[in-house]
C-alpha cells in the first residue's frame, strides 16, 4: 500500500517475483547501496561485479547445484547440449575470482563485495511483495581469511552490523543455525566454525538464539532478524563460516612454512537483500522515511505563480538535495495537504514577503513552522540532519 502510494516500486504480472524500482524507490536504494559501499570501505572489502549466468557447471563442485535443484529452486535449462543457469546465489562467482591469482599468507584477508543479482524459483504460493521474492540483489561480500584470522573477521563484521542496525533504528535480534541433515563436510569442521561463531558472539556481548539444524549445507550461519510491521521476524543479514567449500574448489594460499593450505570462507550481507531491506523498512518507517533516505527531502510551494521564479532559485541553491518545486495551480493549503500526504519531510513556502525579505517559510511533515529563516541556515541544517543520519530530528536543531 505504502509502495503504490508513495510511487517506489511495483511487481507487475509479466514478472512474478521481481520488482520494478520506479524512481523514487531508486532513489532510497541508491542510498543504501552508497552507505553499504562506505560500510564495505570501512571493512576493507573490494567490490567487484559478477555475471548472473553462468554454466551449470560452476555450481557442481560447491554443491549448489544439487540443493537447488532438489528443491526446484533453480532457474536452468540445456542449449547446445550445455546446461546453463541463473545464478542463485554468488559466493562461486567470488571463488573464481580468489582462484585467479596465486596468495601468500600475507595476503590475506582477501575480502570481496558485491552487489549481486540473484535469482531462485521460490513457489508461486510462497512470493509475498518484496519480502519474498524470485529476483533479488544482496549487498553480499566473501573474505578469504587463515584459521587465525576467525574471530578477528567475525567479530569486525558484527560490529558494523550492530552500528548499521542502530543507524536504521530495528530491534534486532541474532540465531545461530546449526548443522543440518544436508551439511557436507567433516562433524569437526562444523564443530569447529560453530564454536568460532559462538565465540565472536559472546566477544560482542550479543544475545542469541540457537536455531538447530536450520544453518546452509556448508557452514554454520548467524541470522540477524528485524520484525515487520505486523510482528513477523525476517532474516535480513546473515554471517556464515565455512570450511568446506574452498576445499571442494582447490582454493589455496601459500603459508609461512611454504606449503598451500585452504583458507576458510565468510559468507556475510549486512543488509540481505535490497528487496527485502526495503520491504521490512517501508514499513519500519511507514514511509516517513528520516532526511537522508527519502525519496524527496523538500518540496517548495510557491504561494502564487509570481513566486514561481524564486522558488526555482531556492531550488538551485539546494541542488545537493532531491528537492521538487510544486508548481500546480493549487491552494497553498492543498499543497501543504499534498505535501503531507506524500510523506516529505520539509515544506518550503514562498511568496512575495519572502521574496523581498531573502527569506523562507519552513514547516515539516510534523506541522512545526518557522518564518523568516535564512535560506543557508536551512540548507546547513539539512546537511546536518543528512551527514548525521538523524532518525527524530529536532526542527531547525531546536
Not at 346 to 374: C, K, L
Request: aromatic share 10%; proline share 5%; hydrophobic share 35%.
Amino acid at each position: 500500500k505504502i509502495g503504490s502510494e508513495m510511487d517506489l516500486f511495483s511487481i507487475p504480472d509479466h514478472s512474478p517475483g521481481c520488482v520494478h524500482f520506479h524512481p523514487p524507490g531508486m532513489a532510497i536504494r541508491r542510498e543504501l547501496e552508497e552507505y553499504i559501499r562506505a560500510k564495505n570501505d570501512e571493512l576493507g572489502y573490494d567490490e567487484v561485479w559478477t555475471p548472473e549466468l553462468n554454466k551449470a557447471e560452476l555450481w557442481k563442485p560447491t554443491g549448489h547445484y544439487e540443493n537447488f535443484t532438489e528443491n526446484g529452486e533453480m532457474f536452468n535449462w540445456v542449449q547446445d547440449d550445455t546446461e546453463y543457469g541463473l545464478k542463485p546465489m554468488n559466493c562461486a562467482n567470488h571463488a573464481h575470482v580468489f582462484d585467479t591469482s596465486s596468495h601468500s599468507y600475507r595476503d590475506l584477508p582477501i575480502r570481496i563485495s558485491e552487489f549481486g543479482t540473484c535469482y531462485r524459483n521460490e513457489q508461486s504460493g510462497e512470493l509475498s511483495g518484496m519480502l519474498r521474492v524470485r529476483g533479488f540483489t544482496q549487498d553480499d561480500g566473501h573474505a578469504f581469511i587463515r584459521p587465525d584470522q576467525i574471530e578477528e573477521e567475525i567479530r569486525s563484521t558484527l560490529g558494523v552490523v550492530k552500528d548499521i542496525y542502530e543507524d536504521f533504528g530495528f530491534e534486532i535480534g541474532y540465531k545461530l543455525e546449526t548443522q543440518g541433515d544436508n551439511a557436507v563436510g567433516s562433524d569437526e569442521m562444523w564443530d569447529d566454525a560453530t564454536d568460532a561463531l559462538q565465540a565472536a558472539l559472546s566477544g560482542e556481548g550479543l544475545d542469541y538464539e540457537i536455531e538447530a539444524g536450520e544453518a546452509a549445507f556448508y557452514g554454520p550461519k548467524i541470522a540477524i532478524d528485524a520484525e515487520d510491521a505486523i510482528g513477523r521476524q525476517w532474516t535480513v543479514g546473515t554471517v556464515q563460516l565455512d570450511f568446506n567449500i574452498p576445499r571442494r574448489l582447490e582454493l589455496t594460499y601459500v603459508g609461512e612454512d611454504n606449503d598451500e593450505h585452504y583458507p576458510v570462507m565468510v559468507h556475510r550481507a549486512l543488509l540481505g537483500s535490497f528487496e527485502r531491506f526495503m520491504g521490512v523498512l517501508i514499513e519500519h518507517f511507514k514511509g516517513q522515511f528520516p532526511l537522508w533516505l527519502a525519496p524527496e527531502q523538500v518540496r517548495i510551494l510557491p504561494v502564487s505563480d509570481d513566486a514561481l521564479g524564486y522558488a526555482h532559485r531556492v531550488k538551485n541553491d539546494l541542488d545537493e538535495f532531491r528537492v521538487e518545486v510544486e508548481d500546480r495551480d493549487w491552494t497553498v493549503g492543498r499543497k501543504i495537504r499534498q505535501a503531507h500526504d506524500d510523506r516529505v519531510p520539509y515544506m518550503i513556502i514562498v511568496g512575495s514577503d519572502e521574496q523581498e525579505a531573502g527569506t523562507i517559510s519552513v514547516r515539516d511533515r510534523y506541522e512545526r513552522e518557522a518564518d523568516g529563516v535564512d535560506p543557508e541556515t536551512f540548507r546547513d541544517h539539512l546537511e546536518s540532519e543528512r551527514d548525521e543520519k538523524r532518525l527524530e530530528p529536532g526542527f531547525l536543531d531546536e
